[in-house]
Every structure is written in structure tokens, then in C-alpha cells.
């Protein structure tokens, strides 16, 4: 039925979101879920996997940075329909040196890059999507943080050029670019109050996002709605990049 179609547009999909053990990640991985999609989640260390595991994830541990890793996790899937890569890292203050700069691409493009290597063939037999997680930082540059900057802006590109490699496949490769999301990953942000009043005052919805407020744009691109839309770079900020 249509109804059904629309309430579970997920349904008998199965999903893989590398960096889905926290943050951004599990809010999209949960939001899959909600979808009808069974989801597999992915994260750095066991730490984090008996987190969410303990939390009812089906999680396994994965570095995206170990190419044998993803893919024996990844390529060697029985069945994959969608594919998140929100994997990422990053070296506030210390990415201009060239060893830390190249870990930070190493993950956040290299990493992405290789995942959607892996995941292409097994997403071709049946229409699959990936979805890439972009940043403010691939629109402008970051001081502090140019390897993460560069890794940014490199996935806008990859997912751009990848959506016309891709697109023969009928795979569709779009991007999520959040704005200011409380995470982990931001703590250091949050805390430095200079620099959250400086991004609340740019940010016309007035507040620190949600990792909830990313999954939604995640879902819906990954779903049959989406299904002209490959390409694209979708802003999910609050309105910052506007303003
Ligand atoms: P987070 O720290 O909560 O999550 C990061 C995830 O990436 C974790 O699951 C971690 O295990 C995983 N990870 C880190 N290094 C990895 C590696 N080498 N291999 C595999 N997994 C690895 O942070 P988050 O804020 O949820 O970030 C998720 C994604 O969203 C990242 O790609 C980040 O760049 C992006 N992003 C975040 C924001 C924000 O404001 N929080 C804004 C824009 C983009």
C-alpha cells in the first residue's frame, strides 16, 4: 500500500553508517531505523562498540582508515542498500602539521572514499544511496583547522564526482553539510564561549543544532522521495550559511 510505502519507506533495506556509534551518527543510524531500514553502525574503538551495543545497536568496530578492515566489514556485506559515511575526526589547533593534517584527509576523505569503493558494487544490484557528512567548513576555510577544512571540501567534490561516476549504477551519491552541532566532536567549541556566541549570533535559528536535526535531511535522501536528487550538497544549519 502507498500509506505503508510512505510510513516505512525503509523497509526490507539494510543500511551501514560508519561513525554511527555517537553524535551524528547513531541520531541518523536510529533515524534509519525508524525508516523500516535494518541498520549496522560502525565505530573507532571498543569502547565505543559496547557502548552503543550495551545501548541496542548492532555496532562493529571499524577504522576507515584500514583499507583491509573495510573490506572485510564492508565489502564482504551480504546485502547493502545504503551507505552513510559520517566517519570523522577532528585536530583543532594541531592540523598544520603535515603528519596530523594527513590523518584528519586520511580519515574524513581518504576514509569515505575507500568505504564507497567497497560499498559500489553491492550497492548497484538494487538501486542503492549513499550519503556523505560534509561541514560548513567545506563551503569556507578554518584557521585552526585546514586539514579538516580540506578533508571537508574534498567530500563535497568526491560526492559530487562520484554521483556521476556513480549514476550508470543507479546509485545516488548526495552530501548532509550540518552546521554547529552539539557533539562530541564540538565539545572544545561549546565550552570557548567567545566562539559559540560568535556562531549563535551568526545563526539566524538561534541555537546549536541537534544530531537529530541532521538525521531527518539524511533519511529523506536516502529514501524513494529522493529519488531524482543525486549530487547534491544539502545544508542542515539553522540558517547559518545565509546569513
Ligand atoms: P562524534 O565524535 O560524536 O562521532 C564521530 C564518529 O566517528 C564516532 O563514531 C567515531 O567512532 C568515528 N570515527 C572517528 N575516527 C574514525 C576512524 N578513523 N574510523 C572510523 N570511525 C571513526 O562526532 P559527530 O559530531 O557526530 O561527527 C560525525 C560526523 O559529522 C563527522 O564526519 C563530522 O566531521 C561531521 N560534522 C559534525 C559537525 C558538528 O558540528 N558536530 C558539523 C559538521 C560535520
Same mark, same amino acid.
Not at 7 to 18: E, G, K, M, S
Not at 22 to 31: D, E
Not at 109 to 136: E, K, Q, W, Y
Given at each position: 500500500?502507498?500509506?505503508?510505502t510512505?510510513?516505512q519507506?525503509?523497509a526490507?533495506?539494510?543500511?551501514?553508517?560508519?561513525?554511527?556509534?555517537?553524535?551524528?551518527g547513531l541520531a541518523?543510524a536510529r533515524g534509519l531505523?525508524?525508516a523500516?531500514a535494518t541498520?549496522?553502525?560502525?565505530?573507532?574503538?571498543?569502547h565505543?562498540?559496547?557502548?552503543a551495543?550495551t545501548?541496542?545497536e548492532?555496532?562493529?568496530r571499524?577504522d576507515?582508515?584500514d583499507g583491509?578492515?573495510?573490506?572485510a566489514?564492508?565489502?564482504?556485506?551480504?546485502?547493502?542498500?545504503v551507505?552513510?559515511?559520517c566517519?570523522?575526526?577532528?585536530?583543532r589547533g594541531?592540523?598544520?602539521?603535515a603528519?596530523v593534517f594527513?590523518?584528519?584527509v586520511?580519515?574524513?576523505?581518504v576514509?569515505?572514499?575507500r568505504?564507497?569503493?567497497f560499498?559500489?558494487?553491492?550497492?548497484a544490484?538494487?538501486?542503492?544511496s549513499?550519503?556523505?557528512?560534509?561541514s560548513?567548513?567545506?563551503?569556507f576555510?578554518?584557521?585552526?583547522v585546514?586539514?579538516y577544512?580540506a578533508?571537508k571540501?574534498?567530500?563535497a567534490?568526491?560526492?559530487r564526482?562520484?554521483? *556521476?561516476?556513480y /549514476?550508470a549504477?543507479?546509485?545516488?551519491?548526495n $552530501?548532509v =553539510?550540518?552546521g554547529?552541532? +552539539?557533539?562530541?566532536?564540538?565539545?572544545?567549541?561549546?565550552?570557548d564561549e567567545?566562539?559559540?556566541?560568535?556562531?549563535?549570533?551568526?545563526?539566524?535559528?538561534?541555537?546549536?543544532?541537534?544530531?537529530?536535526? *541532521?538525521a531527518g /535531511?539524511c533519511?529523506f535522501?536516502?529514501?524513494? $522521495?529522493? =529519488?531524482?536528487i543525486t549530487? +547534491?550538497?544539502?545544508?542542515?544549519d539553522?540558517?547559518y550559511?545565509c546569513a
Amino acid at each position: 500500500m502507498p500509506g505503508d510505502t510512505f510510513a516505512q519507506p525503509l523497509a526490507n533495506r539494510f543500511a551501514f553508517v560508519t561513525g554511527g556509534t555517537s553524535g551524528i551518527g547513531l541520531a541518523i543510524a536510529r533515524g534509519l531505523a525508524a525508516a523500516g531500514a535494518t541498520v549496522r553502525v560502525s565505530g573507532l574503538t571498543d569502547h565505543e562498540v559496547a557502548a552503543a551495543t550495551t545501548a541496542g545497536e548492532d555496532a562493529v568496530r571499524l577504522d576507515v582508515a584500514d583499507g583491509d578492515a573495510v573490506e572485510a566489514v564492508i565489502g564482504r556485506l551480504n546485502r547493502l542498500d545504503v551507505l552513510v559515511n559520517c566517519a570523522g575526526m577532528i585536530r583543532r589547533g594541531a592540523e598544520h602539521e603535515a603528519d596530523v593534517f594527513e590523518q584528519v584527509v586520511g580519515v574524513n576523505l581518504v576514509g569515505t572514499m575507500r568505504c564507497c569503493t567497497f560499498a559500489r558494487p553491492l550497492l548497484a544490484r538494487d538501486g542503492g544511496s549513499i550519503v556523505n557528512i560534509a561541514s560548513m567548513l567545506s563551503f569556507f576555510g578554518g584557521g585552526l583547522v585546514p586539514g579538516y577544512s580540506a578533508s571537508k571540501g574534498g567530500v563535497a567534490q568526491l560526492t559530487r564526482s562520484l554521483a *556521476i561516476a556513480y /549514476a550508470a549504477d543507479r546509485i545516488r551519491v548526495n $552530501a548532509v =553539510a550540518p552546521g554547529w552541532i +552539539a557533539t562530541p566532536l564540538t565539545e572544545a567549541l561549546q565550552a570557548d564561549e567567545a566562539r559559540s556566541r560568535a556562531i549563535l549570533d551568526r545563526t539566524p535559528l538561534q541555537r546549536w543544532g541537534k544530531p537529530d536535526d *541532521i538525521a531527518g /535531511a539524511c533519511v529523506f535522501l536516502c529514501t524513494p $522521495a529522493a =529519488a531524482f536528487i543525486t549530487g +547534491a550538497i544539502l545544508p542542515v544549519d539553522g540558517g547559518y550559511l545565509c546569513a
